[in-house]
């Protein structure tokens, strides 16, 4: 299986979307590093919306396969620049992630994940383990 490294702001839903991905039951556990394991690197939301760390990201991403931009199916902006996937030279897919939320617009989060020049992107909820299935065939590839 290729290696994830999840990014996204603080609440995007990474840290559930690896627990969906495990198959373990999702429980709210606020991520104060970043977590390296087997196939999936799970990053702090902070690291996103700090200007110094972002590119302390960048770098970090060579230890992925794939990188995800994660943005939450209910938001009302994205933290991600236009073509900011050139920043690193892995493959950089879109998660819209929360897709299950009352107010989710994944169509309108897909288009700024697509300006950010993610070419693929997945729809994913962590709760209902919608999409859960398609990204790991993808992974699994
Ligand atoms: N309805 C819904 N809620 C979700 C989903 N994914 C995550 N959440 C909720 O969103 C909140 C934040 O989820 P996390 O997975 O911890 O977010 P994170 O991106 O890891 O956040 P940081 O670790 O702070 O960077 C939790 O209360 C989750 O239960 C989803 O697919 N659907
Ligand atoms: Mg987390």
Known sequence: ???????????????????????????????????????????????????QLGGALALYAYEADIVGLVLSADEPYSPFSPNITGLVNREVIGIVSGIDKPRARPDRVEKWLRLSGCKRIFFVSAVTGEGIPELIAYLDQ
């Open 1 to 51: 299986m290729k290696k994830l490294m999840l990014v996204g702001r603080v609440a995007a839903g990474k840290t559930s979307l690896t627990q969906a991905l495990r198959g373990e039951v999702i429980h709210y556990q606020k991520t104060q590093s970043i977590h390296h394991g087997a196939t999936l690197i799970d990053t702090p939301g902070e690291y996103i919306e700090t200007r």
